[in-house]
Structure formats: structure tokens, C-alpha cells
């Protein structure tokens, strides 16, 4: 295995949310396995075996952001495979919201004939109900077969059978589309342009035959049973 990057080397979204949803880097995103604090770049397949495909639309695909939710717990010593990947018919959008970090998170959404370059992570459920109980109640856990078959990876991976994503019930407006992350432009300079005051609000609704998984309202966590139709 390679010789580990420490990931509380790069900073906290908490303290500059200006860089959300990822700030590394270009030099440091690549294929990786993050675990118990630290990157190891992925130049071969792992073993994802009972775990759930989940799209890292946001800050879930920065190593730093998995190290703050999963520090401390076993989980954290499971490892979390991060590998880049194309999406096709889907892009990822601004919420019109502010979170308690003090940035604008995004959320997946369709925007037919686009490609979006994006991650998937493969969790276990552990990491997952973790996870889980950190998205906030707006947000939903959608999707299944059809956004499988929609994404793109390098063939030296194990394509998933299913994918999930975190989906917001709306989306930040300019009034004629949403307002779309520019993976290719400086993130601050984004998240200092966004506002909400003076933007509209559209809803986002979840594609019809995507599954939907359940959560408690409450602890925003995933039930057993419910969990493992995941894998």
C-alpha cells in the first residue's frame, strides 16, 4: 500500500466553508481508500463485499469530512474505498439553504444530457447509519438499479448493481435553471457568490421508480432491516 497522506492535514470545513464540499487540492484527488484519519491512493480493486455504493456528490467524498463523522467509532477503522466516476442525466446542484458549517451544501439532481463528474464511495453499514443520522431530515436516500445504470467508471472497478444517493427536496434557482457546481472553478469564489435572499427556490423531486430508504424522523438513522436490502 502507498505511504498514507494524513487527512487532519488538510482542513476542516468547519473552519473554512468557503472551500466546501472539497478542499483539496487538484494534485490530491484521485482513487483512494480512507481510513482511521489517513488516504491511501487505490491503484488496484478492494474487496466491496457487503457494503452499499453511495454517490459522494458533496463534502462525504472529502477524506478530512469522513474523518470528522467517523473519528473515534469502529467504523472508522473499516476503511471507505473513494473512486472517481461519470454521471450521465444527473448534475449536482446548490441547496437554498445555509447549513450550521456556514456553507451552501449541494444535492444531486437531473438535468437530462449532462454529464457530471462526480465519486462513489462504498460503505459499510456502520459507516452508513453514521452517515445517516449527519444528513439532515430534507434530505433523502434515494436510488437503486436505474442510477447504476447511469454511471461510468474505470473498468479495473467493480461496477455496483445499485447506487444510492443523498437527495434535497429543493434547489438553489437563478430563476431559469438551477444553480449548478462548477467542479472546474475556484469553490471559494462560488460559495462567496451564492445567496439565498435574492434567489429562487425550486423543488427537486426524487425520479419516479427510485427507491427510497427509510429513516427514523428522529435520530435520522437506518433501520436494520432496512439496511441490508442495501447491499
Known sequence: MTTPVHVRTWPSLSDVPQLYPDARNRRNRYPLLYRAGKSFALTSA????GRTALLAVGSNGYPRQLSD?????EADLHGVPLIPALLSDFDVAF???RSSKGYMPVSLA??????CLTWI??????QLDIISSTEGSRYALVGGRDLASRVRI????RAPATLYAWWFDSLLSDGESPTWLD???QQRLQQFELEIDNSEVRPNPIPAGWQVVPR???HRRIEPNNMAELC
Open 46 to 49: 478492494v474487496n466491496t463485499q
Open 69 to 73: 463523522k467517523l473519528a473515534g467509532t
Open 95 to 97: 441547496c437554498p439553504v
Open 110 to 115: 437531473a438535468r437530462p444530457g449532462a454529464v
Open 121 to 126: 464511495q462504498w460503505l459499510t453499514a456502520e
Open 154 to 157: 474505470s473498468s479495473r472497478w
Open 183 to 185: 467542479v472546474h472553478s
Open 216 to 218: 427514523d424522523p428522529e
